[in-house]
């Protein structure tokens, strides 16, 4: 639910835990110790933390208690899903929940950031495997996903995947995130940028007037000399 003033709060029915968001933000900006909440009074909190400093609603969720998983995906029209990776909380102290927090990603003498880490490959059966990258798989094509990208997906009570975030932008950096899924899965990381890069010309949406999108021979024969500069007369290869 979206609490865009604190009264919203009483129109609804909630089912604790909650987590609590700033509805606008990205890299766990808003996301704190305080984030997941057990009581209507601790969610009152929240959201008026969120509603003034963020000055943006507050996004309401259902938490998610189980096993938490990234998702790397790569490719255009044939999409391959990468090794997964699982966020493994299970060392951090009981009092601070298991989020993926500001302060787990990025401030370095934080409990968070110093207990949590990241298992790649993940030790997950099969059918698990299977079942959280089909609901990757579908969930980055239903918003036009293509290239690369990361889902990131929890377990329920159940045991059944639940999709937190599609990201399309994920972090490339060498040897963290989706570099380190696509190395377990025996790509390095100059081949990764490369199969982004091929992915991109596969399909819409490209430009093919960009400089860089070289013509037929025929083409480039035909075409006036002035077009050199913009490479219509750039040799093939």
Known sequence: ALVERLSDIEEHKWVFPLIV???????????????????????????REILRTYK???LVQHFLEGREFNVGLLGGRKIQVLPLAEVDYSQLPKKIPPIMSYAA?????????????VLCPAKVDASLTKAIGDAALRAFRAIGGWGYGRVDMRLDDNGLPHVLEVNCNPLLERGVGLARSAQRAGIEFPQLLQLIVK???????????????????RRAQAAPASLGSLGAAAPTR
Do not use: C, M, W
């Open 21 to 47: 968001h700033a509805a606008q933000e990205h890299a766990g900006i808003g996301l704190d110790r305080d984030s997941v909440v057990l009581t209507k009074t601790a969610l009152r909190e929240k959201a």
């Open 199 to 217: 992915a991109a010309f596969e399909g819409p949406p490209y430009d093919l007037n960009l400089p860089i999108t070289f013509p037929s021979r």
């Open 105 to 117: 990603k990025f401030l370095e003498n934080t409990t968070e950031y110093q207990k949590i880490r």
């Open 56 to 58: 943006q609603p507050a």
